[in-house]
């Protein structure tokens, strides 16, 4: 069983940065690829930032150029540094990861961080 805990959301005026990490726990596992969804209350989650198996990332048309998704392998830990953030922005953000465990791939979900932003 694997265990993913988000972190690093919280307020920040529009314009600053945070930056979220996805710390994945248990034994014998290695992340196979990471995703970070936001979803506000009352719309649909969002795919945000994608790091593929291999390394590749793809990220949301309205964060292209702002945010970055990055992993440290030696942590099991995956990053979103997002940069110039914007009022509309406000949302729950999740870590969605796709694991392999002695060569079986699961999906897990964290429980998200909320991000406010906001003057």
């Known amino acids: 069983q694997v265990h993913v805990v988000e972190s690093g959301g919280g307020l920040v005026q529009p314009g600053g940065s945070l930056r979220l990490s996805c710390a994945a726990s248990g034994s014998g596992f290695s992340i196979y690829s990471a995703d970070w969804y936001r979803q506000a209350p009352g719309k649909e989650r969002e795919l945000v930032a994608r790091l593929t198996s291999r390394g590749a990332t793809n990220y949301a048309d309205s964060v292209t150029g702002r945010f970055t998704i990055s992993r440290d392998d030696a942590k099991n830990t995956v990053y979103l540094q997002m940069n110039n953030l914007k009022s509309e922005e406000t949302d729950l953000y999740s870590c969605?990861?796709?694991?392999?465990?002695?060569?079986?791939?699961?999906?897990?979900w964290g429980q998200g961080t909320q991000v406010t932003v906001s003057s």
């Open positions: 969605y990861d796709t694991v392999d465990t002695w060569g079986v791939i699961d999906d897990y």
